[in-house]
């Protein structure tokens, strides 16, 4: 058959006689399909190609980037056969399974596929490049999961010290000896199964990883583009080997099963350098991990790039030129205080400035800055920290987080004697950070003098531009999410239809909503007479903060993102 195809190909001139013994001597080389080689070669555009291929074979193409197979048809045919044959199950009816093929003349995958399934092939025509994309998409955990569990025999699991389940689940791994562990966590299944679930979130670009431990189960989510994912399942009889392979590489004590413990794990995957934070916490059933994945390559330092609107950005960058006061930058967890602050730095790092960082802990290193790590244990704390900062005159001082009086105590007097502070705190917007620092013991009078500016931040997903459509949006839903009427003419919007480039979810990235409230004299009045945050609230959109609400709106109209993340990241009042 694909003597055929090399004549029809050479006969509509789409390639000469040359390029086609050089196709042919690659193919008898490697093994490959003449298609895959033509395709690896580029000796024709995949695009050109798919249409003679199905203009050739009279046979329908498919586009993969549209089509969500669903999880029985995608099961019907083993991970280890799809990827040998590079064809994908997209559909079935009655007695008939639709199959995307790289190559529909190929008889032996046709005759395989018929019999692994008991079903009738139809084969349909897709593009190498989707088909790839496809099964990477849906196959590869379940094929490395797999892969690792042909190695787990009975027999090894016994060489594991595991073979006792009831037990395990039981007295949740208390009795079981230290030596059995650290076999357990060293076996090759259990390092290759780490391994491969760190270098997927990563690939993913997933920020954290979840590994939680049921009665008959262990549940692992990615946390990607701020939305956790359920991925699939590692063998139950590997959950100890996962978990103590984890307190190991982050130099935990893989005795303790009954306390809290933190660790961090430097690896490489490729050629980038991650950084993990690891948490775990003994749960009924076992210890739950919590993985921050930390991407030192991924880490955008360019103010400008992060989402903010033109005037929010003016007033954020005039605020951190002041020669001296405090910047707050609050926000709950996850939503790229750290990010901003750091690319603060950036901008700010030139060698006629000092600038110092203590933090808990330190995520990224950034050249030319001096940055400690937070040590409780060892009496380092954050206001010790400070004190022996302003012994050694910087010009910048970042502190990690104000979580206590002591500290925010140091911090605003250093703001107020010639040192220019940025810090994170927690509160929902920028006006009620003022109510804040009062409650937690600074007098009035001193947060009135030193606050610059205090900034709130969320991040939301952004549309994926490959499937970005416009839609008409119902009133019910912006009258649920508090947006007034006509705030979108004709009621249009976007949204993601979903595809390949966004797995399908309609999103790629995030970005932030910015809530930048300058502290001008007015609102020093105010803080200092004991204005309500409503009140501070008022008086900064009156001065023009654009609330973090009307920022996502802006965002909204201009296609990054949607209704639902407004909805999602914001209140409505």
Do not use: W
Not at 150 to 178: V, Y
Not at 310 to 337: D, H, N, W
């Amino acid at each position: 058959m694909e003597e055929r195809l090399a004549s029809y190909l050479v006969d509509s001139g789409l390639i000469s006689e040359e390029q086609l013994r050089e196709a042919m001597q690659e193919r008898r080389e490697t093994g490959q399909r003449l298609v895959s080689v033509l395709n690896r070669l580029e000796m024709i555009p995949e695009s050109k190609l798919l249409a003679q291929l199905s203009n050739l074979y009279k046979m329908e193409v498919v586009d993969l980037d549209y089509i969500i197979p669903e999880k029985e048809v995608l099961e019907m045919i083993p991970a280890e056969k799809v990827y040998h044959y590079e064809v994908l199950p997209i559909d079935r009816k009655g007695r008939y399974l639709t199959v995307a093929m790289v190559d529909p003349t190929d008889i032996s995958a046709i005759e395989d596929l018929r019999f692994i399934t008991s079903m009738e092939i139809n084969p349909v025509l897709a593009a190498e490049s989707s088909i790839r994309e496809a099964l990477d998409r849906y196959y590869t955990m379940e094929k490395g999961i797999a892969e690792v569990t042909a190695e787990t025999t009975t027999d090894g699991a016994k060489e594991l010290g595991i073979e006792d389940m009831e037990l395990l689940e039981t007295e949740f791994q208390e009795e079981i000896e230290e030596n059995k562990l650290r076999a357990d966590a060293e076996g090759g299944p259990v390092i290759r199964l780490v391994n491969f679930y760190i270098a997927d979130a990563v690939n993913r670009l997933a920020s954290d990883i979840h590994i939680e431990p049921y009665e008959k189960e262990v549940r692992v989510r990615f946390r990607i583009d701020g939305v956790l994912r359920e991925e699939q399942s590692p063998p139950i009889n590997l959950k100890a080997g996962i978990i103590t392979r984890l307190k190991l590489m982050a130099k935990m004590n893989i005795a303790e099963h009954r306390l809290c413990q933190d660790g961090r794990i430097n690896i490489q995957v490729g050629d980038k350098m991650i950084d993990l934070r690891v948490s775990v916490i003994p749960t009924l059933y076992g210890e739950k991990i919590v993985m921050r994945i930390l991407d030192r390559s991924s880490l955008m330092l360019d103010l400008s790039k992060l989402g903010f609107a033109p005037a929010a950005l003016k007033k954020f960058l005039k605020a951190i030129e002041s020669p001296y006061g405090i910047v707050l930058v609050t926000g709950p967890t996850g939503s790229g205080k750290t990010t901003t602050l750091y690319s603060t730095l950036a901008r700010l790092n030139k060698p006629k400035r000092q600038i110092m960082t203590v933090e808990d802990p330190v995520e990224y290193n950034l050249h030319g800055i001096n940055q400690i790590q937070v040590h409780e244990e060892i009496g380092l704390t954050f206001a010790s920290a400070l004190r022996a900062f302003l012994r050694q005159s910087p010009n910048i001082i970042l502190i990690g987080e104000i979580r206590d009086n002591e500290t925010a105590e140091i911090a605003i007097r250093a703001a107020l004697t010639g040192h220019l502070v940025f810090s994170t705190i927690h509160t929902n917007d920028a006006p009620t950070t003022v109510h804040r620092l009062v409650d937690i013991g600074i007098k009035r009078y001193l947060v009135s003098s030193a606050l610059v500016l205090i900034q709130a931040q969320r991040l939301v997903r952004r549309i994926c531009p490959k499937c970005k459509e416009k839609i008409k949006v119902s009133e019910k839903l912006l009258e649920d999410a508090g947006i007034p009427e006509g705030t979108f003419p004709d009621g249009i919007v976007y949204k993601g239809k979903g595809c390949s480039h966004c797995n399908q979810t309609g999103y790629k990235g995030r970005v932030g909503l910015y809530e930048v409230m300058p502290i001008s004299p007015e609102l020093r009045q105010m803080i200092l007479k004991g204005a309500s945050s409503d009140e501070l609230a008022r008086q900064a959109v009156k001065e023009g903060m654009a609330t973090l609400r009307e920022d996502g709106m802006e965002k909204i109209k201009q296609g990054v993102t949607t209704v639902d993340e407004l909805m999602r990241e914001t209140t409505a009042f």
